[in-house]
């Protein structure tokens, strides 16, 4: 059973660049733990690899 500590708890994560960035990793175990997460990225540039990599989680 998953440990839901951060359920109802919303975190903003900012420096997603791929994943191997250590904001995806962060942004994954909050996810785990149960937390609504919203992303920002830095240019146009990123904006596609952040769409791809939140489309993993398969919510909005």
Do not use: C, H, P
């Not at 997603?16 to 175990?29: E, L, P, Q, T």
């Amino acid at each position: 059973m998953t440990s839901q500590v951060l359920s109802e708890k919303v975190g903003v994560v900012f420096g997603v660049a791929n994943k191997r960035s250590i904001a995806w990793a962060i942004a994954k175990a909050w996810a785990a733990a149960g937390a609504r997460l919203i992303f920002n990225y830095q240019g146009e540039r990123l904006k596609e690899n952040v769409a791809d990599l939140v489309g993993e989680f398969g919510e909005n």
